[in-house]
């Protein structure tokens, strides 16, 4: 079966390194920008779940026991079939979330680099050799992988979040059970197409539809998935740790309430197109959006000029018909409704609207989930706006008198996820990257995250890392084995 497109996909779940038809009832699945229904999936059943652990425990020692060579190259292959079909993977993307394709395209092929930089890493996967505290003896530190992965994502980044988990598994050596948002089931069923082109043995990696609070819930519940691997909101991760039943390994990627500083020693052209572009991309449905934003007195009139003529630039549209909108719908009502909800709070509590506020108007917003980027200035701390994670495209600004000020306003928060802030002095750079705490800074750059480098969050934005080689250590049991020899 081809599996190229929505239509081939409808319906399928992927167990065993084969696409069938689901046994449960259907599920729509609506495309954000229109409203209109693209196809549906199946409510996995408890055979099936049953099934698709069942083939990962049987795949595991087989491919847990493949030189690591193996696993690279067949990493590279699904790397290289992902990059190759990035087009219709990106209008697959589209047509369920909502982002404009050039994005959705740009997404697809970091997934196809995170292919390739774990099946470069699979192959430098060694031990340690530690001193001994006597004579004779020698202490092995050896890596095993964990075993059957159980992999739950959301749906703001539809393939980065599932490939993340899949690449740093496979790389590892464990196999992986995947239960990806119902809103993008789509992008995950398309990705398990590539993963039956590139030859990975079957059970290695299984995709099942349906809703998070049964299937998910099923496998952080079940005894034969050893680790649960979540990105989504610190909400359900929390119910997710106090839920698991058996002692499990957990990594949970989790909200975020992303602060920027603005100094006075910023480069303030820079310090606004970084602004718009962290906090507006992807309708601002990012876990490391910028939620908030602390400019310094002097700067703080001229800075809001430059961010709301920048917001007032970006362009919307359907994202299928205008691939190169800045712009595309929200994923569903859900995300609107509290954009609306906290910009109607910070109203109330006497914010004032700078750029924004609406949906954009015309007949092609109609029907599907729009807003306009939207800033909010004059914001106190008490707002929702401020203190809570916001996942839409609403930003609240507010003025600071000195940096250490900035710097206990940004930290107050429950979440850890990432800080930005711009400043071209060196000292501030130093109080800044010393006393954020947050899993990930980037100062003079509102790019926090690359693929060689860790990615995590602290406090209530989760445990654990993806990207970089600690992103795969999150994979593998260490062992110890110590020997006694005898010799001196
Ligand atoms: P969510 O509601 O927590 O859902 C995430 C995933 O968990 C979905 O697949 C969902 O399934 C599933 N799920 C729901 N209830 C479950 C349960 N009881 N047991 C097991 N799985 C369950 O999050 P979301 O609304 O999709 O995504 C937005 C959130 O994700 C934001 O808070 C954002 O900050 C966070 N996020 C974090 C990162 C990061 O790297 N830290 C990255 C991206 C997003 P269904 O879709 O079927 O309900
Ligand atoms: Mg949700």
């Known amino acids: 079966m081809p599996c190229e497109d929505v239509a081939d996909l409808g319906g399928m779940i992927f167990v065993e390194g084969a696409f069938r038809p689901g046994a449960g009832p259907r ?24 099934a698709a652990v069942a083939a990962a425990r049987r795949a595991f020692h087989p491919w847990a026991g493949l030189p690591a060579r193996r696993r690279a190259e067949v990493l590279h292959r699904l790397g290289d079939l992902i990059g190759a079909d990035a087009d219709a993977m990106a ?9 404009p394709v050039n ?28 001193p001994n505290d006597q004579p004779g003896f020698q202490s092995l530190v050896v890596r095993e992988p964990i075993g059957v992965v159980g992999a739950i994502t959301p749906w703001n980044y539809p393939a980065e979040l599932v490939g993340w988990k899949l690449c740093g598994a496979l790389a590892a050596g464990c196999t992986i059970v995947i239960k990806p948002a119902e809103l993008t089931p789509f992008t995950a ?18 995709v099942l539809t349906g809703k998070g609070s049964v299937v998910g819930q099923a496998l952080v519940e079940h005894p034969g998935v050893d680790k649960i691997a979540f990105t989504g909101s610190s909400a359900v991760g929390l119910h997710i740790q106090q839920s698991c039943p058996q002692v499990k390994r957990l990594s949970l990627e989790l909200g975020g309430n992303c602060p920027m500083i603005v100094t006075a020693a910023a480069d303030l052209d820079a310090a606004v197109k970084g602004a718009a572009r962290r906090s507006f991309r992807n309708m601002g449905q990012i876990c490391i959006a910028i939620n908030r934003i602390y400019v310094a007195r002097p700067v703080y009139d001229a800075f809001l000029e430059g961010f709301a003529r920048a917001a007032g630039a970006l362009t919307i549209g359907n994202g299928l018909e205008r691939p190169d909108a800045d712009l595309g719908a929200m994923a569903s009502a859900e995300p609107l409704a509290k954009t609306r909800e906290h910009l109607s709070d910070a109203l109330d509590k006497g914010a004032r609207l700078v750029a924004g506020g609406a949906a954009p108007q015309g007949a092609e917003f109609a029907s599907g989930h729009f807003f306009r980027p939207t800033i909010v200035a004059d914001c106190r701390q008490d707002m929702l706006v401020m203190s809570q ?3 839409g495209p609403l930003v609240g600004v507010a003025p600071f008198d000195t940096l250490d000020e900035a710097i206990a306003l940004a930290n107050d928060t429950p979440y850890g996820l990432a800080a930005y802030a711009y400043t071209r002095d060196l000292g501030e750079v130093q109080r800044l990257s010393a006393h954020l705490d947050y899993g990930n800074v980037a100062l003079n750059s509102v790019d926090a995250g690359i693929m060689n480098a860790p990615y995590g969050g602290r406090k209530q934005s989760g445990v654990g890392y993806e990207h970089g080689r600690e992103g795969m250590l999150e994979y593998f049991n260490f062992k110890h084995v110590r020997l006694f020899h005898g010799e001196v």
């Open 27 to 50: 599920v729509a699945v609506e495309n954000p920008a229109t409203g209109e229904v693209i196809g549906h999936i199946a409510a996995s059943t408890a055979e099936e779940i049953e």
């Open 103 to 130: 994005e959705a395209r740009g997404e697809i092929l970091k997934l196809a680099e995170a292919c390739h930089f774990y099946a470069e890493e699979a192959v430098r996967v060694h031990g340690e050799i530690v």
């Open 389 to 391: 994670e916001t996942f």
């Open 189 to 206: 069923l398309a990705i398990a197409a590539k993963v039956a082109a590139a030859g990975i043995p079957a059970g290695v990696v299984n």
């Open 91 to 99: 209008r697959i993307m589209t047509l369920e979330q909502g982002k």
